[in-house]
């Protein structure tokens, strides 16, 4: 193990774990869309909270930053971690994930899920596009996810081992 632990080691590995997240981003914001795509208003929100909070974990812990990671880190990286996630608006970096923190992120997309709602009442074209939208807004949180914790990672790597 390193000095910063389970952090990725060198920006070609962060760059790796950046991609890999990336794909798993992609493929559950395809489960998203499918459930988006579900003729009941509400299910898609209750699906979407449990599909993101379950990839927010996975993706933290892959670039070493959960919040049991975080607190294994020497206080000037520890430091350096959080001061980092919020310069990035990594708002879920490092963080444990409740359903309160994740209608925070979802409500700032608010308008975008609202069409979904109300494209469901459309028979078939409706569920079509509220399968894209859910497609969409799922990928674009993952994805500013996925950039806030490589962003985080990079600016502990760069400063080096602690005290």
Known sequence: MS?????????REIDNVRERCRRTVRKRAV?????????????????????????VDEVNQAF??????IDRLKPKHK?????????????????????????AVFKRVGVKSAAKSAAKFVP????????GIGYAVFRHLGYQHVEACASVAKQLRAAGPGD
Do not use: N, W
């Open 3 to 11: 000095e910063l632990g389970f952090i990725p080691e060198t920006a």
């Open 31 to 55: 489960l998203a869309a499918g459930v988006s795509a579900v003729p009941i208003p509400g299910v898609d929100v209750v699906s979407d909270l449990s599909l993101f909070a379950k990839l």
């Open 64 to 69: 070493g930053l959960t919040p049991e990671q």
């Open 79 to 103: 430091l350096i971690a959080y001061q980092a996630a919020m310069g990035v608006g990594g708002m879920l970096v490092g963080k444990l994930v409740s359903r309160e923190l994740l209608m």
């Open 124 to 131: 078939f074209a409706g569920q079509v596009v509220a399968a």
